[in-house]
């Protein structure tokens, strides 16, 4: 549940954690996107194809720019709704775990099992 903090609430002065928590789950957004994709570019010719936006990096220009459209987008939207407030630690956790099964799906024996 995400609800604003204040001294009445609680008793006493506690500062929002809705920023790092934006900031948190947007970069597990933002990693589990360029996992994905690039899974999905190294598998599908077609999207491979689509992905190249800049010839002499190939596919990897598309799905690193559309990773960091993803993060980006998400930690503006995110930031903005929870800025001001406390988010649950359950937040912070979903976001380092995205992180964390990026990073092995970017591990070349666990991604070439897709």
Do not use: C
Not at 57 to 84: D, E, F, H, Y
Not at 88 to 109: D, E, K, N, Q, R
């Amino acid at each position: 549940m995400i609800n604003s903090v204040t001294s009445e609430q609680s008793g006493i002065n506690r500062l929002p954690n809705g920023a790092g928590a934006a900031a948190v789950l947007s970069a597990g957004l933002g990693a589990m996107t360029l996992a994905v994709v690039a899974i999905i570019a190294d598998h599908s010719a077609a999207f491979k194809k689509l992905m190249i936006f800049y010839t002499p990096t190939g596919p990897l220009s598309g799905v690193t720019s559309l990773a960091v459209i993803v993060w980006l987008l998400s930690w503006v939207i995110l930031n903005a709704g929870w800025k001001r407030k406390e988010v649950g630690v359950w937040v912070m956790t979903v976001g380092l775990a995205l992180v964390a099964i990026s990073f092995i799906l970017m591990f070349p024996p666990v991604g070439d099992l897709f």
